[in-house]
DNA sequence: TTTATAATGAACATCGTGTTGAATAATGTC
DNA sequence: GACATTATTCAACACGATGTTCATTATAAA
């Protein structure tokens, strides 16, 4: 636990926060200068130096904790045991769970991960759904592959990074678990068959 | 086409141009100065202003030029083409092309997909694939989607987006025949059809 | 060679930075 | 409530990058 229960360092820190998360809806994160944030803040410039160093490390701070947020999420993840809601009707429940507490964080999320967002930052919530499938793949794995894994694996994450993105940029309309029912099914059938532009294979088409 | 011959115009950009490519190895794109570039290109900083308004205009030409030599290869691509290479050896050629004129601009893109880079000029690639694909999704549309239009485009989207990055992160060891192939293959059968961890539905499993 | 124009070097005001020290204000504790 | 602690404020500072200027020099095209 981080020891600081001064009411004044609380409370400035929130309107730095919210000065921030202002901020970042109108202009690139790079060009926003620490005279911007403690003037919105209505703070005195020398005091967000008493808080953070600059700009980009207060912005890590925040990233870092939707990161572990999410990671946590993450941790919950077991593909053998989503393989098993392929075809029921319920959805996958850490799955849901990971984009409940995604939809927590999504007025942050929408930003880091959308045209003015971080790169290394998106790149890292992907990284993190890769690092955990590999290690299930080594337990699941074929005799022979017909592809290498790590193009398996990139080809997977971004996919499921690529639904979470567009459910944001789309306002989150659908449910969390909804969301989970259709990763699985595309994980499962692919896209053409999912989508029903194609048979499934050995059965009618061809 | 842009009228310029003069020599030593021609020069200059060249020397700008490399001193940038140089920079961005080195460090964040927001963070590289008119100062550093004319430096390293070992010319005047009032120099610098005669051809560009700042970096980041400088960055953005170097970019809309990448993406139209991207985009004109895309233009090729069309879906149902593709499908008809589903069981073939051979790869499809529109395929093909788009990897190798990614690969002509590998160092750049590179940069600018990777941590470093620019989120919104990966989600300008990303959607160029995108829009491409509705217009084709409304031909061959089955009867009754079975998930929402705009779900299928973002997973495709990003998967395909996802193996080129993984291509570039990894040095390009596989050539544009295989980066072709493996995409059709796993835009038909899923990711785990695919790898072989699941048999193909409606065959043997069940 | 002549003419046009690109590049240079120096100067300038402007702006954000990061830091300092003294004064003020709010907080937690006894 | 009084006190010691600590957060915040305010003004000032040197520093570095910016964007612009103007006269000068160098190089290109004709």
Redo the contacts with the bound molecule.
């Keep these: 636990m981080t020891e600081k229960?001064?009411?004044?360092?609380a409370?400035?820190r929130q309107l730095l926060h919210d000065a921030l998360m202002s901020l970042l809806q109108e202009k690139n994160a790079e060009t926003i200068?620490?005279?911007d944030v403690a003037d919105r803040a209505d703070?005195?410039?020398?005091?967000f130096?008493?808080?953070y160093k600059?700009?980009a490390d207060m912005l890590q701070q925040m990233k870092d904790y939707v990161f572990e947020r999410v990671q946590a999420r993450v941790e919950h993840l077991d593909i053998s045991e989503a393989m098993k809601y392929i075809d029921r009707k319920e959805p996958y429940p850490a799955s849901v769970g990971i984009f409940e507490e995604i939809g927590r964080h999504a007025e942050f999320l929408r930003i880091m991960l959308g045209p003015r967002g971080d790169l290394a930052f998106a790149r890292q919530l992907r990284e993190l759904m890769s690092s955990r499938m590999y290690a299930k793949l080594q337990i699941v794995a074929p005799p022979h592959w017909s592809m290498p894994a790590d193009y398996l694996v990139a080809f997977v994450a971004s996919a499921n990074f690529g639904l979470v993105t567009h459910w944001l940029d789309t306002g989150m309309h659908l449910t969390p678990e909804e969301m989970a029912k259709i990763i699985v099914r595309l994980m499962n059938y692919g896209p053409l068959v999912s989508s029903g532009i194609r048979q499934a294979p050995g059965l009618l088409g061809e």
Excluded: A, F, P, S
């Design positions: 229960l001064d009411r004044r360092k409370r400035t200068t620490v005279t703070v005195n410039r020398g005091t130096y008493l808080h600059d700009v």
